[in-house]
């Protein structure tokens, strides 16, 4: 009997060993149930193929042609990936909508002699719960920002909380973007829907009667928007600024973006683009910098002639929400005891 999804909290209570995705693999790609492999009933010119065929042909043929298809996609499964599973192996089932590609999928498993089902609506049904989650409720429980100009370690002290226990949210992980000019992690960030997958995972599996701690960001993280319930808690929530010396800044910043460092091309197209706020001169001696390998210096000017004003500009509305930590380094063993001082915090 097709499983119906009420929630995405649902998701880790069903009694199955593996979430199977049997769309194709573009569909895989673009999002999917966290955790699912993709196993496809119809691989990318296979369903445009049967696709274009129902519509302009012959549905019945369309149908026969798929079936087979479908079958050898299946069988190859079976012999690959599917081959080690033990009897006991009991597998959920989805497509883009619960219909006959999961159908036809889960017939076969269970005549094998698996527990097999499938999902009531598949990942449509799925994706509506990740809407509602995100575009429509609440956030499930209280939000702490993390504040503070660029190179203030805001991301290592979310670690720290982390490590002793507190609810963290590091959103520029998910997105995989430092949230910044110079914040690519990888060439190509996750889709729209894959980020707010993770994100709405994470949310559903926090505990509503503990606080989440956030770092502190625009309303985008490279390509990617923050959804509207995380980004009005964010709004509202109380923040914590963390303040430190822009030498221990400077430093800090050349350890978190050892990218930059290792790919002078990447850094200095980077910073042609900051001819949008300074002038030629300006950035052409911020390259001359980096070509020479002198990244402390260029950090320290960044941080004093670009990345400080504007976020003081930025942050200005905020100033009477925040509480300002002073921290003398950001060094672990400071970032770790200034985490245990914000644990005990009233806020």
Known sequence: MPQELTSLAELTKLPFDEIIDVRSPREFAEDHIPGAVSLPALYDDERAQIGTMYVQDDSFKARKIGAAL???????????PLSNREGGWRPLVYCWRGGQRSGSVA????QIGWRTDTIMGGYRQYRRLVVQALYHNPMPCRVVIIDGGTGTAKTHLLSHLADQGAQTLDLESLAKHRGSLFGSMIETQPSQKAFESSLAIAVTNFDAAKPIYVEAESSKIGQLIIPPTLWKAMIAAPSLRLTAPVAARANHLITAYPDMIENKDKLCSALQQLTRYHSRELTHLWETLAHSGDYRSLATQLIEAHYDPRYARISRGHAPKARVINLP??????????????????L
Not at 70 to 80: D, M, P, T
Not at 107 to 110: A, D, S
Not at 329 to 346: F, R
């Open 329 to 346: 380094d950001l060094d672990n063993n400071t970032l770790s005891k200034t985490a245990t001082s914000v644990l005990k915090m009233q």
């Open 70 to 80: 479908v079958s050898r996609n299946v069988a190859s499964h079976l012999e690959g």
């Open 107 to 110: 017939m076969v498993l269970k």
